[in-house]
């Protein structure tokens, strides 16, 4: 059973810069492709960004392409999420997944096996 704890969202001017956290623990972390996803109020659960168990792939939603990036320390257990240009619009709760997969980056929610609880962003105007 893997654990997913989110963390680094918070309030941002538009135009600014995050970092989220999501760290992992209770399983081996380098066998999992990783996953960031984000959800709205009142909208379906999207998919950003998804990095392969080695960390040699990333595959990304073109809404966030060239301004976020995935990234993953498997001697840490944690993977990134890298975030500029924010604009209002990316306000949501965000979301890191897991799934036990040696090879491929996984980019439908239901591929998706263990969750975290989600980290709030908020980018103001």
């Known amino acids: 059973q893997v654990q997913l704890v989110e963390s680094g969202g918070g309030l941002v001017q538009a135009g600014g810069s995050l970092r989220l956290y999501c760290a992992a623990s209770g399983g081996t972390f380098s066998v999992y492709a990783m996953g960031w996803f984000r959800q709205a109020p009142g909208k379906e659960r999207d998919f950003l960004a998804g990095?392969?168990?080695?960390?040699?792939?990333?595959r990304y939603d073109d809404a966030v392409k060239g301004r976020f990036t995935i990234s993953r320390d498997n001697a840490k257990d944690t993977v990134y999420l890298e975030m500029s240009s924010l604009k209002p619009e990316d306000t949501a709760l965000y979301y890191c997944a897991a799934v036990r997969q040696n090879l491929g980056v996984a980019t439908r929610s239901r591929d998706y096996v263990y969750w975290g609880q989600g980290t709030q962003v908020t980018v103001s105007s």
């Open positions: 990095i392969s168990a080695s960390g040699g792939r990333t």
